[in-house]
């Protein structure tokens, strides 16, 4: 028998909980014995909860059994969660997180620890909710070379983009009807601001090239300024606009960023609607590679987790996961990465742009004074110095692939 004890009793917590109860007797038949929760640590009352004696709100409680082989840490956050993190692996004891920010954050510390204690350090839910990324990207893909990571990586702006798309409503209205049923938080500017996508390629980019890829180094830039506008315009043009997280290595150096897209219609990811989330993974051996499912939600993501207990329980030998410090020159800027983008301009000031770019083919809004164009593909550092005399209202960056 396995037991493991559970430190946060949330959405991630309660269904971890839930999980393993449910498949009890499925996961001790795969696993050949149980897993058993022993502790669940959560600073609430939960004496009227049907097991209320594996509650407990000291967290040495846990940390001095040695029975407890395993810790899912689904806090979040990074206080206390680093310290409970760090103390476990210290101890000897695995761990197993859905907490991205601090894998993005503080992974490369807590890997070391977790390599130099032989113990695991695994966090599949971290990315994706239950669609499974981290273990592909590690196991069964490890003999390509990943060139390029690019995808919807998180639920809320997706649904908020398809409320905009398919229904015709507003960036307010489609964000409190996602608050409504929960998939936004009350403050929900980690998942509209882009910062919840840039933690998770973050990860992602940091498990392929073994280069930490910090957060602060990611261009980051959210959905809060579409509006029906571009919604009318994209549409007229056969596309729709989603938030893209992307990230490449390219002559060891790496570069990730995260913006609104847009996606021609016959685009694999065009067609991702409401939560769901899409991974594309590219490799040299086995091309294009695309990973679907809820990007979150209690029992999906509460699968991962489980998904590393198992995997800890069957062999607990250190799995290997690991990644370096970055070098100051090892990320790529992005004045020198190639893009190509849907500019929004006002009606008169057409003649400026076309006289900076060249001939241009201009799409008129019909819900405002405001034009369109596609600029030609050429760096971001050219791209700043033409539009420096033209005075553009926005910019939505072209996926080409």
Request: hydrophobic residues 40%; proline residues 3%.
């Amino acid at each position: 028998m396995t037991k493991i004890a559970i430190l946060g009793f949330g959405t991630v917590g309660s269904g971890v909980y839930e999980v393993l109860k449910m498949n009890k007797e499925s996961i001790a038949k795969k696993l050949g014995k149980e897993i058993e929760v022993k502790y669940i640590l959560d600073i609430r009352d939960f004496s009227d909860h049907p097991e209320a004696y594996l509650f407990t709100q000291d967290f040495n409680t846990i940390l001095e059994d040695k029975e407890v082989e395993i810790v899912a840490e689904v806090i979040g956050g990074i206080h206390p969660a680093y310290n409970f993190t760090k103390a476990a692996l210290l101890a000897g004891k695995h761990v197993v997180t859905s907490n991205k920010e601090l894998v993005a954050t503080m992974g490369t510390k807590l890997l070391k620890i977790a390599k130099d204690n032989n113990v695991n350090y695994m966090f599949e839910a971290s990315v994706g909710g239950g669609i499974p990324i981290i273990a592909p990207l590690r196991g069964c893909l490890t003999g390509n070379e990943i060139t390029r990571i690019s995808g919807i990586l998180n639920g809320t702006t997706n649904y908020i983009l398809t409320k905009m798309f398919k229904d015709g409503e507003s960036f307010e209205d489609a964000l409190k009807a996602a608050q409504d049923l929960g998939y936004a938080e009350r403050d929900p500017s980690s998942d509209i601001l882009g910062r919840d996508a840039a933690r998770k390629i973050s990860i992602l980019m940091s498990l392929v090239t073994g280069i930490q890829t910090d957060v602060d180094k990611i261009k980051t830039e959210g959905i809060t300024s579409i509006d029906s506008c571009d919604v009318e315009v994209a549409g007229k043009m056969g596309c729709v606009i989603k938030l893209i997280a992307r990230g490449y290595e390219k002559d060891g150096k790496v570069f990730a960023s995260v913006s609104p897209s847009m996606l021609q219609k016959d685009h694999p990811l065009s067609n991702i609607q409401d939560v769901y989330n899409g991974i594309m993974v590219y490799g040299n051996a086995v091309d294009n590679v695309m990973f679907y499912g809820r990007g979150a939600g209690t029992l999906p993501t509460a699968s991962a987790v489980v998904g590393d207990m198992i995997e800890i329980a069957k062999d607990p030998i250190n799995q290997g996961i690991f990644w370096h410090e970055a070098s100051e020159d090892a990320f790529i800027p992005f004045s020198e990465i190639n893009d190509q983008y849907f500019v929004r301009i006002e009606k008169a000031d057409k003649e400026k742009a076309a006289l900076v770019f060249g001939e241009l083919d201009f799409i008129d809004c019909q819900k405002s004074n405001d034009s369109y164009f596609i600029s030609p593909e050429m760096s971001n550092g050219e791209f700043n110095s033409k539009i420096v005399s033209i005075p553009i209202i926005k910019k939505i960056r072209i996926e080409q692939e």
